[in-house]
């Protein structure tokens, strides 16, 4: 069995999403602590950020949060947590919550966890991060961006290879579980990481 003792989890920050959401975080949250895996996300003290880092917390689980500088000097950074980092960019940021994880897990989110999750795909594509991806795609919300990867495949600008870099799930439990259970993925993937 893989062994996984930290989850990075890309989410939004928006507090105006619908209630589902919330639910999904809360609920991904509290398994991400049942199964004794240490939360990384962006430190965030708000939307669905600030309800992960809660829900892990309340379940008596640990959460690190990583965040630039600047955002915490704006005051963005979620004071309950007391292991937090701070980076001088975003890129640090983002290079950090990689180095640090096991795994990753996207729920929905706007322009920023778009980018983290692209991001981390095409790293993984060259090799550079060769752990699991799962899409949480609660409602149907990654259905488009699915939809895009899928063309981008058919119009070879991927490889069908490619599209074992990640894993759809549909609810919390699932998303654990995938974990678990993604195909593996090494190095030697760069001899074909282009078309």
């Given at each position: 069995m893989r062994n996984i003792q930290s989850v990075c989890v890309y989410c939004a920050s928006s507090s105006k999403v619908d209630a589902i959401y919330f639910e999904t975080a809360k609920q991904l949250g509290k398994l991400i602590a049942r199964n004794n895996l240490r939360c990384i996300y962006g430190a965030g003290n708000q939307g669905l950020m600030g309800t992960i880092a809660d829900s892990v917390l309340d379940a008596g689980g640990k959460v690190t949060g990583i965040i630039p500088r600047f955002m915490y000097e704006e005051g963005w950074h979620y004071e309950r947590l007391q292991d937090i980092e701070i980076t001088n960019s975003m890129h640090e940021r983002k290079a950090r919550m990689a180095s640090l994880s096991d795994a990753v897990i996207a729920l929905p989110g706007g322009c920023g966890t778009l980018e983290e999750l692209l991001e981390i795909i095409t790293w993984k594509q060259l090799g550079l991060y060769l752990n699991p991806i799962v899409i949480l795609n609660t409602a149907g919300y990654y259905d488009p961006l699915l939809t895009l990867l899928e063309k981008a495949v058919e119009q070879n600008f991927m490889r069908t290879e490619?599209?074992?870099?990640?894993?759809?799930?549909?609810?919390?439990?699932?998303?654990?579980?995938?974990l678990y259970s993604a195909p593996d993925w090494n190095g030697s993937v760069r001899k074909f990481a282009a078309i």
């Amino acid at each position: 069995m893989r062994n996984i003792q930290s989850v990075c989890v890309y989410c939004a920050s928006s507090s105006k999403v619908d209630a589902i959401y919330f639910e999904t975080a809360k609920q991904l949250g509290k398994l991400i602590a049942r199964n004794n895996l240490r939360c990384i996300y962006g430190a965030g003290n708000q939307g669905l950020m600030g309800t992960i880092a809660d829900s892990v917390l309340d379940a008596g689980g640990k959460v690190t949060g990583i965040i630039p500088r600047f955002m915490y000097e704006e005051g963005w950074h979620y004071e309950r947590l007391q292991d937090i980092e701070i980076t001088n960019s975003m890129h640090e940021r983002k290079a950090r919550m990689a180095s640090l994880s096991d795994a990753v897990i996207a729920l929905p989110g706007g322009c920023g966890t778009l980018e983290e999750l692209l991001e981390i795909i095409t790293w993984k594509q060259l090799g550079l991060y060769l752990n699991p991806i799962v899409i949480l795609n609660t409602a149907g919300y990654y259905d488009p961006l699915l939809t895009l990867l899928e063309k981008a495949v058919e119009q070879n600008f991927m490889r069908t290879e490619h599209t074992r870099m990640w894993v759809v799930a549909t609810t919390p439990q699932d998303a654990i579980d995938a974990l678990y259970s993604a195909p593996d993925w090494n190095g030697s993937v760069r001899k074909f990481a282009a078309i």
